[in-house]
Every structure is written in C-alpha cells, then in structure tokens.
C-alpha cells in the first residue's frame, strides 16, 4: 500500500532562512550557494549520497561551522555569525551522527542537562537556604524531564547510567535532551542509527508529537530513505554541496536528477 503523503506546511511562516551558503574546507566547497528556507511545523528530510553536504549545511545552522559566503536568518534575526550557544539558547538543538550521552549520568539527567542554563535563582546562597524559589524550578524542572522520558518511552530506564545503555536507546535519550528545553528548531543527523524497529516507531511518535506541540521546524538527515520519506512533509536533496531538488517527497522521488545522483549509485 502507498504512503499517504505528508500534509502541505506551505501556510506556515520561514523560521529559518539559508540564503546563498557556501562553506569551504581549503579548495573544497562543501557547500555551494546553497538558499533554503525552513518553516515551522515543517518536517524537512535531507538526503544526498555521502559527502552531499547534508551534515555540513545542519553544522552551518547550529553555529559549529561558519560560512565562507551568505547568509543565515533566524525568526528574523541575522544568525550568521552568532555562536552555538546563541542559537541553543534561543531554539535550534541538534543531535549528531555520534552518539554523545554524558555516560556517568543518569538518562534522566542527561536529559536534565539541557534545562541548567537558564539557573536557579539566588546562587549558592539559595541553595545553601533551600530557597522556596530555587525548589519550585527544580520541581518544574523535574516534571518536565519526566513528561519527555515518558514521551519518549524511556522511563524505565531514567536512573541507569547512560554507558550502561543499549546504543539505540542511547540514542532515544539524545533525542529527549534535545527536546526538553522546547525547541523551534530540531536538528537531527541520523537519530535512529543503532535503533531497532521498535525504537523507531518511539523516535517517529515523538518528532511528531514535538513538531505539532511546539510548532517546532524539525530538519532530519537519515540513510533509511523510506523512513525520510515516510516522515517528511518536505525533502531536499543535496549532491556536491548543491540542492539538486526540493519538493515533496514523491516529487524528489521521481526528480531525474535524485534518481541519477542518489537512487541510481
């Protein structure tokens, strides 16, 4: 039986605009002008053979590598040149193609992790006085963790050690660190790497579950391109730093082009 294709998000506004990006690693381009716009509530699959330039563009937008040339705007503001720890702060999270839990935490809090930069009010006084303040956010806090690890059908797991975590659930635990903190734009560069069916079907409930809640831009790279298709409203597909195509995904399916460059190698 067919899919049925992803709904159009063509109604909701850009959050994040990519105008022109070009990145270069000495002589080689690995991005080249590349001009995209990401919006709100849209899931956006990239896909592209190895060195495409896919992980490249997802590093251009979260701060970790800057461009050589062009733009990147973010709910209006010019975010080329602001650090990782702006854009986290002010929504894009990610996760990475590696898994990178802290393994001497717990998964809870791992996830708990991604809520400490906004403090607790008062400083090591408060602490020391067990202010009331201090204990209502690290209450809400704790609930909070506790609604993504239920989210994220981890729960049973919250207080083991992360290194003592199966990879694939290792992985679910990322996601839910990257989710915590309410994002506007999801970064995720092959979450389910290591996952079995099981857990994916938890990684699927979950993106959608955010991306509706949140009204969250959710941006996936992933090798499983039935899964890409699946869960995307839109995919773009890259080649040689360059966007060969961009449409839904049955248009990108049949594009001659992604055909020649992806499908066919």
């Not at 690693?25 to 053979?49: H, K, M, N, Q, Y």
């Not at 409203?233 to 001659?256: Q, W």
């Amino acid at each position: 039986m067919t899919e049925p294709e992803p709904e159009t998000t063509s109604e909701f506004p850009p959050l994040l605009r990519c105008v022109d990006v070009t990145v270069r690693f000495g002589g080689v381009i690995a991005l080249d002008r590349v001009s995209l716009d990401f919006r709100a509530g849209e899931v956006c699959g990239l896909i592209g053979p190895n060195g495409a330039g896919k992980t490249t563009l997802l590093d251009a937008i979260s701060g970790i590598t800057a461009p050589s040339a062009g733009q990147i705007h973010f709910a209006g503001a010019d975010a080329t040149r602001r650090s990782p720890t702006w854009r986290a702060r002010n929504g894009i999270r990610r996760t990475f193609q590696r898994q990178q839990c802290f393994g001497w935490l717990t998964a809870q809090h791992n996830v708990m992790t991604a809520l400490e930069w906004h403090g607790g009010g008062g400083g090591l006084l408060a602490d020391l006085a067990r202010s009331p303040a201090r204990l209502r956010r690290e209450k809400a806090r704790r609930q909070r963790a506790a609604e993504v690890l239920e989210l994220c059908g981890i729960t049973s797991v919250a207080h083991l050690p992360a290194a003592r975590l199966p990879l694939g659930t290792a992985r679910i635990v990322e996601l839910a660190r990257a989710i915590v903190d309410r994002p506007r734009m999801l970064l995720l560069d092959e979450p389910t790497s290591g996952m079995e069916e099981a857990e994916v079907e938890i990684f699927d409930h979950a993106v959608r579950a955010v991306r509706s809640e949140e009204n969250c831009a959710v941006v996936i790279i992933e090798h499983d391109v039935g899964l890409v298709m699946r869960m995307s409203d839109r995919v773009v597909a890259l080649d040689l730093g360059r966007v060969l195509a961009d449409g839904t995904p049955t248009e990108v399916r049949s594009h001659p082009e992604v055909v020649a460059a992806y499908f066919g190698r």
